[in-house]
């Protein structure tokens, strides 16, 4: 049994980078108010009983978002595995288990009948109008999943029509999607695939809440979306890195396998380097479990943690926010304190989550499946990596010196205030 590594150095200097030139039609934000706009636990399993603080973003100690490089993509599988039939959840202890929640309530429907839209999402968290004949020639997000979704970019388009986002599509060289070959997966569960409207989820779901959260954060990114043979942690890890190959701006991953019952050992050197990418900010989701999940726990990532997030028009926000109850928190078996996170109750390992937005689906976040058979309504931590990679893609002040979670850090003070948050229990057991 392999020994659970040590953590990694995330304080080396990074190398220089290049500053690419700020789309024509970019959403013009500075850094600051773009990556740190939002209602997070900054100091996530360490917060004051009372409190915790707002939106994060990261490269491990300091990366620098670079510029994009275009690539010729991989060939596509021949047997892709369809994502529809593939569950959310995991059914061992070395796969990985996508954090998109289904509001139960609210069956599918031919149009939105609940669930934030972009522009409620831009005005929660502050973000600009998306201008009105922009062009989504910007900044590329890649986007890791498992399994092949045949539906994500038709999916993508009825989203982007639906509330009036520039279209994003493969014919005007918006959107990409990677099918990485392998081994077949394990048959589905016995009963075989979620039925449509029914309280499971699948990949497909988990595809098309992180396309479409990541197209209300910035509107006039392009999108790379790399679908991994399986959701073994191996096969996600190989999907970062080709991800990472593409030179993005931004990666998010809404997955994870828990660092606990044993696991520890499963995630290896080879899946830790994974997320060591300096110039480009990864992002993931710090899962549904009230526990600590990996990558969430790499000092290399923004752990996004979960907030349930009403509209409320005494404040002057327009907007409150408290924590969400199922939201992944507490302190890291594998890593050590990273010296760039601080105030947080973690003293021998890494306090996840940094940063926190929209998970509960009450009210969630309205969302087109082909494979629930129309809009739904989704949450989960999974909302906010896709969400947090695009305010990072977004950000037009590219001369930045850092960005993601050690600039949130050190600029904590202008973070909103997240009611609710509680101290989180160490070795991953609930904080909240």
Same mark, same amino acid.
């Given at each position: 049994?392999?020994?659970?590594?040590?953590?990694?150095?995330?304080?080396?200097?990074?190398?220089?980078?290049?500053?690419?030139?700020?789309?024509?039609?970019?959403?013009?934000?500075?850094?600051?108010?773009?990556?740190?706009?939002?209602?997070?636990?900054?100091?996530?399993?360490?917060?004051?009983?009372?409190?915790?603080?707002?939106?994060?973003?990261?490269?491990?100690?300091?990366?620098?978002?670079?510029?994009?490089?275009?690539?010729?993509?991989?060939?596509?599988?021949?047997?892709?595995?369809?994502?529809?039939?593939?569950?959310?959840?995991?059914?061992?202890?070395?796969?990985?288990?996508?954090?998109?929640?289904?509001?139960?309530?609210?069956?599918?429907?031919?149009?939105?009948?609940?669930?934030?839209?972009?522009?409620?999402?831009?005005?929660?968290?502050?973000?600009?109008?998306?201008?009105?004949?922009?062009?989504?020639?910007?900044?590329?997000?890649?986007?890791?999943?498992?399994?092949?979704?045949?539906?994500?970019?038709?999916?993508?388009?009825?989203?982007?029509?639906?509330?009036?986002?520039?279209?994003?599509?493969?014919?005007?060289?918006?959107?990409?999607k990677v099918v990485l070959t392998g081994p077949p997966p394990p048959p589905?569960?016995?009963?075989?695939?979620?039925?449509?409207?029914?309280?499971?989820?699948?990949?497909?779901?988990?595809?098309?809440?992180?396309?479409?959260?990541?197209?209300?954060?910035?509107?006039?990114?392009?999108?790379?979306?790399?679908?991994?043979?399986?959701?073994?942690?191996?096969?996600?890890?190989?999907?970062?890195?080709?991800?990472?190959?593409?030179?993005?701006?931004?990666?998010?991953?809404?997955?994870?396998?828990?660092?606990?019952?044993?696991?520890?050992?499963?995630?290896?050197?080879?899946?830790?380097? %994974?997320?060591?990418? @300096? +110039? !480009? *900010?990864?992002?993931? #989701? &710090?899962?549904?479990?009230?526990? $600590?999940?990996?990558?969430? =726990?790499?000092?290399?990532?923004?752990?996004?943690?979960?907030?349930?997030?009403?509209?409320?028009?005494?404040?002057?926000?327009?907007?409150?926010?408290?924590?969400?109850?199922?939201?992944?928190?507490?302190?890291?078996?594998?890593?050590?304190?990273?010296?760039?996170?601080?105030?947080?109750?973690?003293?021998?390992?890494?306090?996840?989550?940094?940063?926190?937005?929209? %998970?509960?689906?009450? @009210? +969630? !976040? *309205?969302?087109?499946? #082909? &494979?629930?058979?129309?809009?739904? $309504?989704?949450?989960?931590? =999974?909302?906010?990596?896709?969400?947090?990679?695009?305010?990072?893609?977004?950000?037009?002040?590219?001369?930045?010196?850092?960005?993601?979670?050690?600039?949130?850090?050190?600029?904590?003070?202008?973070l909103n205030v997240l009611g609710g948050a509680t101290l989180g229990s160490?070795?991953?057991?609930?904080?909240?």
């Amino acid at each position: 049994m392999k020994q659970a590594p040590t953590a990694p150095d995330v304080t080396r200097p990074l190398p220089p980078f290049d500053r690419p030139a700020p789309a024509q039609d970019a959403p013009r934000i500075t850094p600051l108010k773009a990556l740190l706009a939002a209602a997070a636990l900054a100091v996530a399993a360490g917060c004051a009983a009372s409190s915790g603080v707002s939106l994060a973003p990261h490269s491990g100690g300091g990366g620098r978002i670079s510029n994009n490089i275009a690539r010729a993509l991989p060939a596509v599988s021949p047997t892709p595995v369809p994502a529809e039939n593939q569950s959310c959840d995991d059914g061992d202890a070395k796969d990985a288990s996508c954090g998109v929640q289904k509001n139960p309530k609210l069956p599918p429907s031919k149009t939105p009948v609940g669930g934030l839209t972009p522009a409620q999402l831009r005005s929660a968290y502050n973000l600009t109008p998306t201008a009105s004949g922009a062009v989504p020639n910007g900044p590329l997000i890649a986007i890791v999943d498992a399994f092949e979704d045949k539906h994500a970019e038709d999916d993508l388009a009825t989203y982007r029509s639906q509330f009036g986002l520039p279209a994003c599509t493969s014919k005007n060289g918006c959107f990409t999607k990677v099918v990485l070959t392998g081994p077949p997966p394990p048959p589905p569960p016995p009963g075989g695939p979620a039925a449509a409207g029914s309280a499971a989820t699948t990949w497909a779901d988990e595809i098309a809440l992180d396309l479409a959260m990541a197209s209300a954060a910035c509107p006039t990114c392009r999108l790379t979306l790399v679908e991994s043979a399986g959701q073994d942690l191996d096969s996600l890890a190989n999907a970062v890195n080709v991800a990472a190959g593409y030179n993005p701006a931004a990666i998010s991953n809404s997955w994870g396998v828990l660092e606990g019952g044993g696991n520890a050992p499963n995630i290896d050197p080879g899946a830790q380097a %994974a997320f060591n990418h @300096p +110039g !480009i *900010a990864i992002t993931a #989701s &710090a899962g549904d479990l009230g526990q $600590v999940e990996f990558p969430a =726990s790499s000092p290399y990532v923004t752990s996004v943690g979960g907030t349930t997030l009403t509209q409320d028009g005494t404040t002057a926000r327009g907007w409150t926010e408290t924590s969400w109850a199922n939201t992944g928190a507490g302190c890291s078996i594998m890593f050590a304190v990273p010296a760039w996170q601080n105030g947080s109750a973690c003293t021998t390992g890494r306090a996840v989550p940094d940063v926190s937005v929209i %998970a509960d689906y009450n @009210p +969630g !976040i *309205a969302v087109y499946s #082909s &494979a629930e058979k129309g809009w739904v $309504v989704l949450g989960g931590t =999974s909302a906010g990596a896709p969400f947090v990679a695009g305010l990072y893609a977004a950000a037009n002040d590219y001369g930045a010196a850092t960005v993601g979670a050690p600039s949130l850090y050190a600029n904590a003070s202008q973070l909103n205030v997240l009611g609710g948050a509680t101290l989180g229990s160490p070795n991953g057991l609930a904080g909240f």
